[in-house]
């Protein structure tokens, strides 16, 4: 079953799912995007703003244990 998206997440293309196991390394990393949240996971209270930000978020993607940081493609439309 694929993992669900946490409904504390910002709308937008960053996202933390019930993968999550509160290890606060994204919070550590990125605080002005990511927080846990009272049952204990993070989320993405905001999304990113700007390039070195967004670069922040991809590194701290990256060093999730469990692969729970997502970024969705946005639309070229």
């Known amino acids: ?7 504390q997440n910002v709308p ?3 996202s933390v799912t019930d993968d999550c196991i509160a290890c606060t ?3 550590s990393d990125v605080p002005e995007v990511f927080r846990l ?3 204990g996971y993070a989320f993405a209270w905001r999304q990113p703003e700007g ?3 967004l670069a922040e978020v ?3 993607t990256e060093r999730c244990p469990v692969e729970a940081i997502h970024e969705r ?5």
């Open 1 to 7: 079953m694929p993992a669900k998206i946490h409904s």
């Open 51 to 53: 390039a070195p930000e």
């Open 25 to 27: 390394q994204c919070v």
């Open 73 to 77: 493609a946005r639309d070229r439309s």
């Open 12 to 14: 937008g293309p960053i």
């Open 37 to 39: 949240c009272e049952a």
């Open 58 to 60: 991809r590194r701290a």
